[in-house]
């Protein structure tokens, strides 16, 4: 989709949640309404990975008004996750469990995890490590 002036925010939980942290103490809460405003503008958001984080009060809390907020605004959110559509649910709490899948394609990927078939070696990719020549054609 285009959307003039729209932006796309693609992270894990983590990642977003840490980015709604006050930075210093005495951050007031007019900084963190801001970003939260930011995250739940965003014309795309993609949570990466759901389920993996540490689930304190104060994340459960934001993903909740973030999650709720988008869906009353009919944002589309995509959302990665090893937990079973089932299953979801217990891990992130009835509500966020509705307002994710409410109207949602829910694609199942199976089969070997690639990463671990990857080789991430340097040597025979000179062009990552800085150490080989660049050859430009024009």
């Not at 304190?56 to 907020?69: Q, Y």
Request: some cysteine; proline content about 5%; glycine content about 10%.
């Amino acid at each position: 989709f285009h959307m003039q002036g729209a932006y796309c925010i693609y992270g894990t939980l983590p990642f977003i949640m840490e980015s709604l942290r006050p930075v210093r103490p005495g951050d007031d809460a007019t900084a963190l309404r801001m970003s939260i405003d930011r995250v739940v503008g965003a014309g795309l958001l993609v949570i990466d990975d759901l389920g993996t984080e540490k689930r304190g009060e104060w994340v459960a809390e934001r993903l909740t008004m973030i999650v709720d907020e988008r869906h009353k605004r009919n944002k589309p959110t995509i959302v990665t996750t090893n937990i079973k559509p089932d299953d979801l649910p217990g891990a992130v709490g009835e509500r966020i469990a509705s307002r994710l899948t409410a109207g949602a394609t829910i694609v199942v990927a199976s089969g070997d995890d690639l990463r671990k078939q990857m080789d991430f070696s340097m040597a025979d990719k000179p062009w990552l490590s800085g150490t080989g020549r660049h050859r430009h054609e024009r």
